[in-house]
């Protein structure tokens, strides 16, 4: 199973980034796909979840501006992020939803990607 995240880049507040989690090994009609993100010096916080039967989940922070879907004949995860801020600044990882901790938790997640850099600028 691996998982590669992509899409990162730099953009100024208000502006808008979609990133894709290209998924090879497994079913996207089996497996539910997260993402999260660390800020420098910050633990990896929880961002969203989305599966075939699941449906999507997401944080507090970012609802209402952040959209995750699936396109499961290419499978991949996407993660449209609009209304960007600089505390949106972090590397955004995918990973697969493995074990039963909790969606938000970490522990719950395996698979992870190589993590995608987003900067938000003010």
């Known amino acids: 199973v691996q998982l590669q995240a992509s899409g990162g880049g730099s953009v100024q507040a208000g502006g808008s980034l979609r990133l894709a989690c290209a998924t090879s090994?497994?079913?996207?009609?089996?497996?539910?796909i997260g993402w999260f993100r660390q800020r420098l010096g910050g633990q990896r916080e929880f961002v969203a979840r989305?599966?075939?039967?699941?449906?999507?989940y997401y944080a507090d922070s970012v609802k209402g501006r952040f959209a995750i879907s699936t396109d499961i004949g290419k499978n991949t995860v996407f993660l449209q992020m609009e209304g960007l801020q600089p505390e949106d600044t972090a590397v955004y990882y995918c990973?697969?939803?493995?074990?039963?901790?909790?969606?938000?938790?970490?522990?719950?997640?395996?698979?992870w990607g190589q993590g995608t850099l987003v900067t938000v600028s003010s």
């Open positions: 090994g497994l079913t996207l009609y089996n497996y539910a």
């Open positions: 989305i599966g075939y039967s699941s449906g999507t």
């Open positions: 990973a697969r939803y493995a074990y039963n901790y909790g969606v938000e938790d970490t522990r719950s997640y395996d698979s």
